[in-house]
């Protein structure tokens, strides 16, 4: 079983085999955990997302999926990025939209496998610009990485504050 922990901190700074992006369809950077990796990363890590673009993801990376590249200057091997769903707050549409969420992990976890990722760190997907409410995505986060079948042994949820990082602490308490 994959052990679980909580760090209040930047993702950019954390020492593991991969960082998670929450990273937009186009794959070509953006604001937030995006920005900061593309930023602190340094041009590798974008042209190598451009040569993505190019080939096998011509429309952008979907919603769920992941995808790998190098890490750059960041103190990690991988990034391994994953397109989180945008918040809807209509009942029917929250229900679909859920699986999605929970897709990014684990879809991220089988990256990280098929990469021999050991510890991986996680954003709280689609919780900043994307509007997905902290509570909600902190559950389908733990549930998420508790259920994947994975050879990872450490997953690290990276949180900015104090409050999401009390939320995502209650889950695991849970």
């Known amino acids: 079983m994959v052990a679980v922990t909580l760090v209040r901190g930047d993702i950019t700074e954390e020492q593991v085999d991969a960082v998670v992006n929450a ?12 920005g900061a990796i593309h930023r602190r990363g340094g041009p590798e890590i974008l042209a190598e997302c451009r040569r993505l673009r190019e080939t096998e993801y011509p429309r952008g990376l979907p919603t769920g999926r992941a ?16 397109v989180g769903p945008v918040w809807s707050a209509r009942g ?30 996680f954003p709280a997907i689609s919780t900043g610009a994307y ?9 389908i986060a733990v549930a998420a990485v508790r259920e994947s079948r994975t050879g990872v042994e450490e997953v690290r949820f990276v949180l900015r504050d ?10 695991l308490a849970r």
Do not use: K
């Not at 990273?23 to 995006?34: H, K, M, P, Q």
């Not at 104090?162 to 889950?171: G, L, N, R």
């Open 23 to 34: 990273a937009n369809s186009e794959l070509l950077g953006g604001g937030g955990v995006d």
């Open 92 to 121: 029917e549409r929250a229900a679909q939209l859920a699986p999605l969420l929970a897709a990014c992990y684990s879809e991220s976890l089988r990256i990280a496998d098929e990469l021999g990722a050991r510890t991986v760190a």
């Open 162 to 171: 104090a409050a999401a990082y009390d939320i995502f602490a209650a889950q």
């Open 67 to 82: 995808v790998a590249t190098t890490a750059g200057e960041l103190p990690a091997r991988w990034v391994i990025h994953t």
């Open 131 to 139: 509007g997905w409410p902290m509570d909600d995505g902190a559950r």
